[in-house]
T-cell receptor, first 109, second 113 residues
């Protein structure tokens, strides 16, 4: 089986930096995805990590440590539009993505 | 751009009715998926398909079936809807199963009375 944990809610202020953690236990690990989902909308792809290390993409970065079963999504220079749910999802070989329960981020001014 | 289209955004059905949720993708993707999303439970995989006429159960297949007669279309069927199937249903597609980014439809919100 698999288990994916991430915090339920986080709050931050505009301009700040926030780190959303995700821990997982799974067999046949084949990569980790982060998705963003605004209220009432479909999830959209943010990042994909399959090797250890940091992947940077503009204001968003994602980190993976396979040995620790750990990933984080780092959001810099927060904007109000970053208020959304952030979904961590693990890819197991030969099957579909399994999602964590999501972290709802609220950004205030 | 990939487009995944779900036939109905909102549906209201009665207990015991047969319900069809349709999903069509236009990018010739091999793989298609059905998830349901509930508050506090996140996205849970119901079924997926990696080829025409092929299907695999996900984590919560009970009470559901699927059909993939054509590559671009993946249908979710509730043979006899129950109130605990009230949920948001999300269809997705991807080019590759193991490493492929999922592209989601807008979702179908089903209410079973």
């Amino acid at each position: 089986g698999q288990n994916i944990d991430q915090p339920t809610e986080m709050t931050a202020t505009e301009g700040a930096i926030v780190q959303i953690n995700c821990t997982y236990q799974t067999s046949g690990f084949n990569g980790l995805f982060w998705y963003q989902q605004h209220a009432g909308e479909a999830p959209t792809f943010l990042s994909y990590n399959v090797l250890d290390g940091l992947e940077e993409k503009g204001r968003f970065s994602s980190f993976l440590s396979r040995s620790k079963g750990y990933s984080y999504l780092l959001l810099k220079e927060l904007q109000m539009k970053d208020s959304a749910s952030y979904l961590c999802a693990v890819n197991q070989a030969g099957t579909a993505l399994i999602f964590g329960k999501g972290t709802t981020l609220s950004v205030s001014s | 751009d990939v487009k995944v289209t779900q036939s109905s955004r909102y549906l209201v059905k009665r207990t015991g009715e047969k319900v069809f949720l349709e999903c069509v993708q236009d990018m010739d993707h091999e793989n298609m998926f059905w998830y349901r999303q509930d508050p506090g439970l996140g996205l849970r995989l119901i079924y997926f398909s990696y080829d025409v006429k092929m299907k695999e159960k996900g984590d919560i297949p009970e009470g559901y079936s699927v059909s993939r007669e054509k590559k671009e279309r993946f249908s979710l069927i509730l043979e006899s809807a129950s109130t605990n199937q009230t949920s948001m249903y999300l269809c997705a597609s991807s080019q590759t199963l193991n490493t492929g980014e999922l592209f989601f439809g807008e979702g179908s919100r089903l209410t079973v009375l």
